[in-house]
């Protein structure tokens, strides 16, 4: 076997033309195809043939998570827009508990144009059910590439899951080079998905209906 610190990342580069990119999932998700590598051969099925190509003793695990709003956007006076992807919570440590954070959270997030965001506290105003919410975020220490950024707000009432509904965006693969669209928030959700917690959809996973299920 090669070791590991003699595998070059470039003998994985692979070209993938945009054209080759489906932009949006099919209308029934298990009629997308299903290749199958079975004692040296390839066979082209389809998803929902998948009960009968997999052996009977097979163990299936799944990732219950739902995807989250995870992508926030905030707008420096100067005109410079932050944004702010939300990884994982740093305080409450637990999703749930963050999510029901009220008043303030901290989260582990990456950045984007970070130069930009040197200090200060980015603030945006969002309207939920009529009622206009002031919305915070302190950039924090650096974790590696993530930073830790502070969120607070201006509503005991309002909960951090109902922020991010409100003033977030799904972060759909950023390989599909469009912009997310409502419809996203049904088609990048697995079927089986009940537990907040992921900022990606396990894509394989995708593809499962309640008839293959």
């Given at each position: 076997m090669q070791k590991t610190q003699n595998i070059r990342i470039e003998d994985?580069?692979?070209?993938?033309?945009?054209?080759?990119?489906?932009k949006f999932p099919l209308s029934k998700r298990d009629d997308s195809k299903l290749l199958v590598y079975r004692k040296g051969e390839i066979e082209e099925h389809r998803?929902?043939?998948?009960?009968?190509?997999?052996?009977?003793d097979s163990l299936l695990v799944f990732n219950n998570t739902r995807v989250i709003q995870?992508?926030?956007?905030?707008?420096?006076?100067?005109?410079?827009?932050?944004?702010?992807?939300?990884?994982?919570?740093?305080?409450?440590?637990?999703?749930?508990?963050?999510?029901?954070?009220?008043?303030?959270?901290?989260?582990?997030?990456?950045v984007g144009n970070l130069k930009k965001w040197k200090n200060g506290v980015l603030t945006q105003s969002v309207n939920i059910d009529?009622?206009?919410?002031?919305?915070?975020?302190?950039?924090?220490?650096?974790?590696?590439?993530?930073?830790e950024v502070h969120f607070s707000w201006d509503d005991s009432d309002v909960t951090?899951?109902?922020?991010?509904?409100?003033?977030g965006e799904l972060p759909i693969p950023p390989y599909l080079n469009r912009e997310t669209e409502e419809s996203d928030k049904t088609t990048y959700q697995t079927v089986y998905s009940k537990i907040e917690g992921s900022v990606a959809a396990p894509t394989a996973g995708l593809h499962f209906t309640p008839e293959v299920l």
């Open positions: 994985f580069n692979y070209p993938l033309p945009d054209e080759r990119i489906a998803f929902h043939e998948l009960p009968k190509v997999l052996p009977a995870a992508r926030l956007h905030f707008r420096k006076e100067t005109g410079a827009l932050i944004e702010v992807f939300c990884l994982e919570p740093l305080e409450p440590h637990e999703y749930s508990l963050s999510f029901q954070s009220t008043g303030s959270c901290s989260w582990l997030c990456l009529g009622k206009t919410v002031n919305f915070c975020a302190e950039r924090g220490l650096p974790h590696g590439n993530a930073h951090f899951a109902t922020l991010l509904d409100h003033a």
